[in-house]
């Protein structure tokens, strides 16, 4: 990101896309869990596959949803949505 507007540049989509599940991903492994990015679609869907602890969580929903489509969409806003699979 740029010091100065937090711009991504010059980056690809996956590649933006890549460095908010990093940012992301730390808070998941405190609880046992992680995140993989499957693929980004072509109308901007965002495929991910939650692992470990997260993975058939009750909450995980509620975290893909609030947590990390919600941040996603706040650093890039071309994206779609950010669902599950897996």
Known sequence: MCEHCNCQGDK???DK????INGIRPMLQN???DIELVEVTADNTVKVRLQGAC???PGAA???KMGVER????RIPEIKEVVAVK
């Open 62 to 64: 509620m975290t893909l």
């Open 17 to 20: 896309v890549i460095e908010v």
């Open 55 to 57: 993975k058939g969580c």
């Open 31 to 33: 609880d046992g869990g």
């Open 12 to 14: 690809s989509l996956n």
């Open 71 to 74: 941040l996603m969409k706040q």
